[in-house]
């Protein structure tokens, strides 16, 4: 559906080479940019930016050309949107379904989004998280090919979030190419999809679980597991840098571990300090004290484990009850793993 072949463009400091990306009807991307890349992207697709170099396509088509004849096939949600404050929440969606020309239950589509209670109410006295809810009927009821979503997920809460990852899992179900844009790692992992990062230096795909055991690690693990083990107890320090000192973490006191472009990060009460140990020793010293690889960008110390979150059938994050109240990506193929460890 969206497709960018070799794209080059350079304006206000901001710079894309040779962008390739092709996202298909009913596929969900899931973009880390910055605001001002984020920005462009959007310019490019709409046609109000022109690219130096490559092309950009629609269903197959230039995108401008494409744009004249079904530019209402194509729904965008900015991070900053601009309502008509003094309508109504249905008034404000009956009349962008008149404008759209289509003939659709608008009581349905704001029950979906869960407004229907909020139906009568005035736009400005809805909640952040009601009016992101409120773009994205406006831009349902288009029915669109491409729906285009900066920050879905910023500063949201979770019954927010269940409800905007529904819906867009219900919108790629229907033939929608979801193409979601957000600032932030975590925000980017957490909306699902196939996960990119976009910067400066390219267009790198990030991964979104873990690697499968390869045959022969299996089948020692299998041979190993027919034995008893005894348990191994060990003392173990973390360390991370602050300036120009090393800190020692005992393990209990770390919530959880980022990894992003291959830097760890330890999360200590609200806190990110830098470690130089990759994800794979971290989780080798720290599996004895009850943390779990619940992705391939993250594990989470148990201990601090609320709740498993699911957002939908293929959408799920751990609640963690640590200084940030923090919300972390659980890969769909680790689900099982954990329910075992907590004997669920």
């Not at 409120?134 to 979030?161: C, H, T, V, Y």
Request: glycine share 6%; hydrophobic share 40%.
């Amino acid at each position: 559906m969206l497709e960018f072949r070799n794209v080059y463009k350079k304006t206000n400091g901001v710079e894309l080479r040779d962008l390739n990306l092709n996202a298909a009807e009913g596929q969900r991307v899931s973009l880390e940019c910055d605001d001002a890349i984020s920005d462009l992207l959007i310019g490019l697709i709409l046609g109000t930016e022109w690219q130096n170099r490559g092309s950009i396509l629609l269903a197959g088509m230039d995108n401008r050309e494409f744009l004249q004849t079904r530019a209402g096939t194509v729904g965008v949600i900015f991070r900053q949107e601009s309502f008509y404050p003094k309508m109504t929440v249905e008034a404000y969606v009956r009349f962008f379904a008149e404008l759209a020309g289509h003939s659709v239950d608008v009581r349905d589509v704001l029950a979906r989004l869960a407004l229907l209670d909020s139906a009568k109410v005035k736009i400005h006295e809805l909640n952040r998280g009601q009016r992101k809810r409120l773009a994205l009927a406006r831009e349902r009821i288009k029915r669109p090919m491409l729906l285009l979503f900066q920050e879905p997920n910023l500063n949201m809460d979770r019954e927010n979030m269940a409800i905007l990852l529904d819906n867009l899992e219900q919108l790629s179900q229907e033939g929608t190419c979801v193409v979601n844009m957000s600032a932030f790692f975590r925000d980017t992992l957490l909306m699902g999809g196939q996960s990119y990062r976009l910067d400066d230096d390219g267009l790198v795909e990030l991964q979104t679980g873990l690697e499968e055991t390869p045959p022969a690690e299996a089948a020692l693990s299998l041979s190993a597991a027919a034995e008893p083990v005894a348990p191994v107890y060990r003392i173990e320090k973390i360390p991370a840098r602050l300036e120009d000192r090393i800190l020692l973490f005992d393990p209990m006191e770390i919530d959880f571990v980022e990894s992003e472009t291959g830097a760890s990060t330890l999360s200590v009460r609200g806190d990110r300090f830098p470690c130089a140990l990759s994800m794979t020793e971290l989780e080798e010293r720290l599996r004895h004290f009850g943390f779990f690889r619940c992705h391939r960008s993250y594990l989470v110390n148990l201990q601090r484990l609320k709740e498993v979150v699911t957002f939908t059938r293929n959408s799920y994050s751990l609640s963690l009850d640590d200084r940030c109240k923090s919300s972390i990506p659980l890969s769909k193929g680790r689900l099982d793993e954990l329910k075992e460890i907590l004997r669920l």
